[in-house]
């Protein structure tokens, strides 16, 4: 969902959790993978994956 540019909004909406739920979940990907922004990710996935799905 992070990679396809969702808003927290919509992303905490679908999955019916609170949007800091979404927020903590997210900064957790983004430690782990030492990146600090949804551009980051987006490159991340596209150079590893090819295609963004």
Do not use: C, F, P, W
Not at 14 to 40: A, F, G, P, Q
Request: aromatic letters at 2%.
């Amino acid at each position: 969902m992070l990679a396809h540019n969702r808003t927290v909004s919509d992303i905490a909406g679908d999955l019916i959790i609170s949007v800091r739920t979404v927020n903590t979940h997210m900064n957790n990907i983004y430690r782990k993978l030492d990146i600090h922004s949804r551009n980051e990710l987006s490159d991340l996935l596209r150079s590893t994956q090819g295609d963004v799905r």
